[in-house]
């Protein structure tokens, strides 16, 4: 079945960068845009920003400019998302989602979502 | 960025009643895209409408999306238990935004 399948969670001192990946199956990876969306702990959901697996093209929310990666590797069907100088109100749940098919006019709903990687930035 | 806001905040409900979520949107949200999540405890959020009213693939008929422009509404007609959860409004219309979320829960 179509899935999205992450890391396992992750602890990190402050200062330090983390990379969490997001492996696609049941359909054609370099056709959809992947999204990041994190929430922090009893918090709502906050988009970061996309990567187009094809071109391996992005876009990041702004407040994440300057401090965020989003990269693939279409060989093993896989999503990367690197957060660096990872501060305390980085630690938060990140999630991998599917966005748009590449060959679809306009934007889409993300319907596919990977389980979700905890990230805790602790000292 | 374009701010939802959902009101309200939480929901009391028991289970047979109707649900009605709102979200309203900062500036006009074209083309209806707007969707709805619904995020359970230790779970991803799961795609429950798109396009404002479309229902996603498996999702039974008790849920409904309408609205356009600024404002939106999420109904469930009839409450299960599996449906007290947090819900979420999006909208993919420019960049991307979430709502601060509607929790339903039991009353």
Same mark, same amino acid.
């Given at each position: 079945q179509v899935q999205l399948v992450q890391t396992g969670a992750e602890v990190k001192e402050p200062g330090a960068s983390v990379k969490v990946s997001c492996k696609a199956s049941?359909? @054609?990876?370099?056709?959809y845009y992947i999204h990041w969306v994190r929430q922090a702990p009893g918090q709502g959901l906050e988009w970061m920003g996309w990567v187009l697996p094809n071109s391996g093209g992005t876009e990041f929310a702004q407040r994440f400019q300057g401090v965020v990666t989003m990269t693939r590797d279409t060989s093993i069907s896989t999503a990367y998302m690197e957060l660096s +100088?990872? +501060?305390?109100?980085?630690?938060a749940v990140y999630y991998c989602a599917r966005g748009s098919r590449? @060959?679809?006019t306009g934007t889409t709903a993300f319907d596919i979502w990977g389980q979700g990687t905890m990230v805790t930035v602790s000292s | 960025d374009i701010v939802l806001t959902q009101s309200p905040g939480t929901l009391s409900l028991s289970p047979g009643e109707r649900a009605t979520l709102s979200c309203r949107a900062s500036q006009s949200v074209s083309s209806n895209n707007l969707a709805w999540y619904q995020q359970k405890p230790g779970q991803a959020p799961s795609l429950? $409408?798109?396009?404002?009213?479309s229902r996603a693939t498996? $999702?039974?008929?008790r849920f409904s999306g309408s609205g356009s422009g600024t404002d939106f509404t999420l109904t469930i007609s009839r409450l299960e238990p599996e449906d007290f959860a947090v819900y979420y409004c999006h909208q993919y219309h420019s960049s991307r935004t979430f709502g601060q979320g509607t929790k339903v829960e039991i009353k």
């Open positions: 049941g359909y @054609t990876f370099s056709d +100088r990872l +501060r305390s109100d980085d630690t590449v @060959t679809t | 429950l $409408i798109y396009g404002a009213s498996g $999702i039974p008929d």
